[in-house]
């Protein structure tokens, strides 16, 4: 073995991959940037929901003789977890009736006391074993009156359980822990490969130029090979179903529990309903992505982080016991996850049901035609000329005109590339550094991240490109317009994103409450210049400088100037790595972006972003930032009329004073 | 001049792939009856010609006509007078030749026993006979040669693109492919020939136009253009001879 041949090849192999800008971003972005989000995003849902959970209380009736019952009833009214007006008080014991009432759903669990031998008294828990809502109330009794001891050291209560749900319920309970998930997430699979073979491979093999040259209309190609990809991903996710059904019913007899459960089969096969639709949207989506490669490798770069970010919403849905209502019935995977249980469980509607297809076949419906304006790309085919860049190719995906002539492009150009990776910097920065240095101290923690780490990497960058800095922001003098214009944005801006937001994706109220307590803190330690300078004038400077400088300056440079302003919007929503500010700060984002980009200079969206927050800081500390919640409907509703209008006053003010912006 | 009488018109195509120029205003006609060679160095434009011509690209300004049908208004239609083959018109590997005839004869909505009666014709003239059973992928390049011609002209259309259709073929099966052309040429049908073997455009085009850079250098017989050249001996002579005059042309972008 020749060392020196052994390491010739290794550092040409190693140079050629990192040229690859696909496998970086997937090397580098995806491990440091999207897994961390997804996963504190999801968690943050799974918090909330589980804190719901915990908080609902339990509907159980006591019945049985005052002299047995009162000590049990005691006991229980103790556990704030038992709602206090149905602990009702019954004498008599009648079996029959219980079990309707909790099978019903009318109460989560019957209690029904008797005398029993050795100074014991017996305990039935009447419970559906099939219903989360009465194992929850059932184990809660449990916990409740399980260690309670006689004075002789004998146990004061025996147990019993008496579930009401028949066999084929508890084998669709099971069932419906396990199959949506796993249904759902074979079906993405079972479309995975096809999906790139007879896209991607179907250029990597040469017979896209053939297929494109006889006379079928782009839109009836993709529709056939999305049809095929979803026949072939649908009969993956049969045959899972099949198969887990049975493994399901073998498991069960192999530990010996034969007798208690049987598979619903006709409601498990009810879940086709969920297995069609659902299979067309994915396969439309992969389809879609491996249109846009030009190779089998990029097809699998690209689709790998789809199907995580496919797969994250099923989960979620698979792992919580949701309701399917309201967003989560049309949320592409949520909902065919939580319909697939819910057909199962025998729960669905009618009505939620054709919501979920509708919805699923439309989202499908929309990734089709996409894929089809995708398979049209010249990119495709005029790859070889290695003349068509990412960014003229998206400009003619989104639909912007003509890929226009690009600018003679100078080493230190700013870039949608450099601008990503900022992002990437400061987000890494954000959930390593930042965060655990404001977990220590709130106030310097937050003061040291924006001065030192926001800014910092704004001038490590422009140096590092050898710009100057004002060059990389923009710091240009405007008109009095603009800057009329960005106080009248940023006076009402927030009005109408806390109300929008309140509407769209309300937040927890105990959220609200420690964010109230953030900019107004309670023991009066930090006074309201502090807090201006802290929260208003801080982020100002600092996140504008990076999000509205740098980052919104590359993405344009490449980018048709709304998109630019869209991205740079969303990616400053996520750096707050807080689902329920998510909409919030990425509506702002875009707001201030807009800002930037017409007035042609930072200073407007800075003003705007330090009146916006300075208007909450005041509000704070005058004691009216209740939540938008109180207001009442007709006072939202007014609310948002009036801070639109002024948010749209404003933008007449700005608009066009780009031209008028000179160098200071 | 109507676009009827031609096979195929191009009227000041111009395609731009982002700020590259790939080609410049390009005008021609190939008549029925009539093999046109486009010829020209690599990075011409060529192959971007011609798939604007098979409306697979969108031209950025200009239009093209195929057997009368303007390209742009009705793709579809003008595809379906179109028999394309070029370098890059791979083949389904794991369909049989038959299966693929099939597939393409029923693309172009032909009956079910005119794709029959075609590919039986076909199988004789094109030599098929043993290779139609078997997969694509089984198939040495000179079979699958032939069957990608059958593909190209099952559904006999008026205008036959062929880029490059000897790569690749040794001489016997180059020499039996210009054969065809020139039949299909005799059958009245507009052939566009476009190769990098120059001896073999002198062999085959009736006319010949000279690509480069995007813009069309010359054109003319090939026995015309070898005297514009100052009576090359060959037509790579005179390619060579014409590139150079223009690249000596102080006028021209270098």
């Known amino acids: 073995m020749k060392l020196r041949d052994v390491a010739l090849v290794a550092g040409k192999e190693l140079r050629e991959t990192l040229r690859d800008r696909r496998t970086l971003t997937v090397m580098v972005l995806f491990p440091l940037v999207v897994y961390p989000l997804v996963s504190l995003l999801m968690a943050q849902v799974m918090a909330s929901h589980a804190a719901r959970g915990e908080a609902r209380r339990s509907r159980v009736t006591v019945v049985g003789p005052v002299s047995v019952t009162e000590s049990v009833r005691a006991r229980l009214a103790a556990d704030k977890s038992f709602a206090a007006d149905v602990l009702a008080w019954d004498a008599r014991a009648n079996t029959t009736s219980d079990r309707a009432s909790v099978e019903a759903g009318a109460v989560d669990a019957v209690v029904e006391v008797t005398p029993g031998a050795h100074g014991a008294t017996r305990v039935r828990v009447v419970w559906d074993e099939a219903r989360d809502e009465s194992r929850q109330a059932h184990d809660r009794v449990g916990g409740a009156l399980a260690g309670a001891l006689a004075p002789g050291c004998g146990p004061l209560f025996t147990l019993e359980d008496d579930s009401v749900a028949p066999r084929a319920r508890v084998g669709g309970y099971v069932l419906s822990k396990l199959l949506p998930l796993i249904v759902v997430v074979m079906i993405m699979l079972g479309a995975f490969y096809p999906a790139i073979d007879i896209t991607a491979g179907e250029r990597e093999r040469g017979t896209l130029e053939t297929i494109l040259s006889a006379p079928v209309s782009r839109f009836d190609l993709m529709t056939g090979k999305v049809i095929a990809v979803a026949t072939l991903s649908t009969v993956t996710g049969l045959l899972n179903m099949t198969s887990m059904s049975l493994t399901m019913v073998q498991g069960i007899h192999l530990v010996g529990g034969a007798a208690s459960v049987t598979i619903p089969w006709t409601r498990a096969a009810s879940t086709l309903i969920v297995v069609i639709p659902a299979a067309f949207l994915f396969a439309s989506v992969m389809v879609a992505i491996g249109a846009m490669a030009r190779s089998f490798k990029e097809a699998q770069t690209l689709l790998t982080p789809v199907y995580f970010l496919c797969f994250t919403p099923s989960l979620i849905a698979g792992l919580g016991d949701w309701d399917l209502a309201g967003a989560a019935a049309v949320v592409p995977g949520v909902n065919v996850t939580l319909l697939a249980r819910d057909l199962i469980l025998g729960t669905a509607t009618l009505g939620r049901t054709l919501v979920v297809v509708a919805s699923t076949l439309a989202c499908g419906a929309l990734a089709l035609t996409l894929a089809a304006r995708l398979y049209d790309s010249e990119r495709l085919l005029a790859a070889d000329d290695g003349t068509v860049g990412l960014g003229a190719w998206l400009r003619r995906l989104l639909g912007v005109g003509e890929a226009r002539a690009a600018a003679p492009t100078a080493a230190n150009r700013a870039t949608p590339g450099q601008a990503l990776a900022l992002f990437g910097v400061a987000f890494v920065l954000m959930v390593g550094v930042f965060v655990p240095l404001q977990k220590w101290r709130l106030a310097t923690g937050l003061a040291i991240s924006q001065w030192v780490g926001l800014l910092g990497i704004v001038v490590v960058y422009a140096r590092g490109t050898g710009r100057p800095l004002a060059e990389v922001l923009r710091v240009r003098r405007v008109p009095a317009r603009a800057v009329l214009g960005a106080l009248l944005v940023g006076a009402s801006a927030w009005i109408v994103v806390g109300v929008l937001a309140q509407w769209l994706v309300p937040a927890p109220p105990e959220l609200e409450e420690s964010k109230r307590r953030f900019v107004v803190p309670a023991d009066g330690s930090r006074g309201l210049v502090l807090s201006l300078a802290l929260i208003a004038l801080t982020p100002a400077v600092c996140e504008e400088a990076l999000f509205r400088g740098a980052i919104l300056r590359g993405l344009a440079a490449g980018l048709p100037r709304i998109t630019a302003a869209v991205i740079t919007g969303l990616l400053f929503g996520l750096f707050h790595l807080d689902l329920w500010r998510l909409l919030p700060t990425a509506m702002l984002g875009i707001a201030l972006s807009l800002i930037a980009l017409e007035t042609d200079s930072i200073l407007p969206s800075m003003l705007a972003h330090f009146t916006n927050n300075a208007c909450l800081v005041i509000l704070g500390y005058l004691g009216r930032d209740r939540s938008v919640d109180e207001l009442g409907k007709p006072a939202q509703v007014a609310f948002l009329g009036v801070g639109l209008v002024v948010v749209l006053l404003g933008a007449a003010c700005l608009r066009g004073t780009g031209r008028k912006a000179t160098d200071l | ?254």
């Open chain 2, 1 to 254: 001049m109507s676009t009827n009488e031609h096979g195929v018109t191009a009227r000041h195509l111009t395609k731009m792939f982002g700020a590259a120029l790939a080609v410049d205003d390009l005008s021609f006609t190939v008549a029925r009856g009539e093999i046109y060679g486009l010829l020209g160095p690599n990075g011409a434009g060529k192959t971007t010609t011609l798939r604007m011509l098979a409306a697979i690209l969108a031209p950025t300004s200009g239009s093209a006509s195929l057997a009368g049908v303007d390209v742009a208004r009705d793709p579809q239609a003008a595809r379906r007078q179109l028999g394309f083959l070029t370098g890059s018109t791979g083949l389904y590997a794991r369909l049989t030749g038959r299966e693929l005839l099939r597939y393409f004869g029923r693309l172009h909505h032909m009956p079910e026993d005119a794709i029959a009666a075609r590919t039986a014709l076909l199988a004789g003239v094109l030599d098929l006979e043993g290779i139609l059973a078997k997969r694509c992928e089984a198939l040495s390049t000179g079979q699958r040669q032939r069957l990608s011609v059958a593909r190209a002209v099952l559904h006999d259309p008026t205008v036959l693109i062929l880029d490059e259709p000897t790569v690749g073929l040794d001489v016997l099966a180059s020499r039996f492919l210009r054969d065809f052309v020139r039949a299909e040429r005799d059958r009245g049908k507009a052939v566009i020939f476009s190769t990098h073997y120059l001896a073999e455009a002198e062999l085959l085009c009736d006319r010949i136009g000279l690509l480069h850079r995007g813009r069309m250098l010359a054109e003319d017989t090939p026995g015309g253009l070898r005297a514009r050249a100052g009576d090359a001996s060959s037509l790579e002579e005179a390619f060579l001879r014409l590139v150079a005059g223009l690249t000596a042309d102080p006028e021209v972008r270098p």
